[in-house]
């Protein structure tokens, strides 16, 4: 069974950092491109980043390009999302997803003084 | 950057009724759409599949249709369990995608 378990999410100042994780589990993670989106509290869904199977292309959305990085270890199973100069509107539930047809539970993110 | 307009923005429909939801993409994206349903505090879950195709699991009172720029998704008998909020992919040019803006369905 195809699983994804977000973590590292919590409550951050603005300027601030903060790393999110993506443990995947029941598929060949090494063969699949994976995404991050992220939907801030009563809004809709908007895409962030994606990053191809072997890490070779890597995309971001223009609301989050030069302060997120995306990153994974294929050795580990796990996709990362680091976030730097944090802001109040990156204040959302952060999903990992894979095709598009598999989405983690979500972790949350606030960013607030 | 392909926009995705959805309409409406809520409904309100009873138990039985049959309920239209569309979707317009601001340039040609073929069929390379997706539906999802989301409820409360969960993940978007992934119902209709390239513009016209069930997910596997998922009730055969779902449907979509469309390719172009113009979309539809359909409940064909709204069901208690089908409160949620619908949302609209393109993923036309992967993998930057864009959502519509969604549907927020309520039971009359």
């Known amino acids: 069974e195809v699983q994804l378990v977000e973590s590292g999410g919590g409550l951050v100042k603005p300027g601030g950092s903060l790393r999110l994780s993506c443990a995947a589990s029941?598929?060949?993670?090494?063969?699949?491109?994976m995404n991050w989106v992220r939907q801030a509290p009563g809004k809709g869904l908007e895409w962030v980043s994606s990053?191809?199977?072997?890490?070779?292309?890597?995309y971001y959305a223009d609301s989050v390009k030069g302060r997120f990085t995306i990153s994974r270890d294929n050795a580990k199973n796990s996709l990362y999302l680091q976030m730097n100069s944090l802001r109040a509107e990156d204040t959302a539930v952060y999903y990992c997803?894979?095709?598009?047809?598999?989405w983690g539970q979500g972790t949350l993110v606030t960013v607030s003084s | 950057d392909i926009q995705m307009t959805q309409s409406p923005s809520s409904l309100s429909a009873s138990v039985g009724d049959r309920v239209t939801i569309t979707c317009q993409a601001s340039q040609d994206i073929s069929n390379y759409l997706n539906w999802y349903q989301q409820k409360p505090g969960k993940a978007p879950k992934l119902l209709i599949y390239d513009a016209s195709n069930l997910e596997t699991g998922v009730p055969s009172r779902f449907s979509g249709s469309g390719s172009g720029t113009d979309f539809t998704f359909t409940i064909s008998s709204l069901q208690p369990e089908d409160i949620a909020t619908y949302y609209c992919q393109q993923y036309d040019n992967l993998p930057l995608v864009t959502f519509g803006q969604g549907t927020k369905l309520e039971i009359k």
């Open positions: 029941g598929f060949t993670f090494s063969s699949y491109s």
């Open positions: 997803a894979r095709d598009w047809n598999y």
């Open positions: 990053i191809s199977s072997s890490s070779s292309y890597i």
